[in-house]
């Protein structure tokens, strides 16, 4: 889903994105979209959050958020619904990628289209331990090499930048 949507708000807006693992979607270092997925049976259920004409956020936010319209060059409302659009068009290829090529290919893509996924100093939000990013598994788990030199998938939960200040 994290594909599907950088390419959608790309289509729809001309702003390029950056996927942080495992369910955000950047502009910059700014939050501009999460993913909530839930496995059910043989089912995923996916909620896909998008800010598209918000103006300002509020204070506090672990990470510092923007919006499309707050990106794009003449600040003007962008469509939710050309937004919509080009979400479902965009997870219907991502669906077709999946079911014709397999994982794998999921998995490369991500990792082709996020700065997190390999060499990015982080931090881990569950214990706070701080590492090197060294590519995802073949289950798409985020793989860290740690200061103290082992490397452990991390399964659960999400990384920072180290120069984050959170």
Known sequence: MGLA???AIEKAANLSCDLRWPNDVL?????????????????VVAGVGINVNQESFGPGLRTPAT????ESRNKEM?????VLVELLGATE?????????????????????????????VVIEENGGRGVTAGLDEQGFLLVTFDDGRT???????????????
Do not use: N
């Open 78 to 82: 962008i469509s939710r619904e050309t």
């Open 152 to 166: 452990e998938r991390v399964t659960a939960g999400g990384v920072r930048s180290a120069t984050d200040k959170s």
């Open 27 to 43: 502009i910059g270092e700014q939050k501009v979209a999460g993913i909530l997925t839930h496995l059910i049976s043989e089912w």
């Open 93 to 121: 290829r991502a669906v077709d990628l999946l079911q014709v090529k397999g994982p794998g290919a999921i998995i490369q893509a991500f990792a082709r289209a996020s700065s997190y996924a390999l060499s990015r100093r």
């Open 67 to 70: 919006s499309l319209r707050q």
């Open 5 to 7: 949507t950088a390419e």
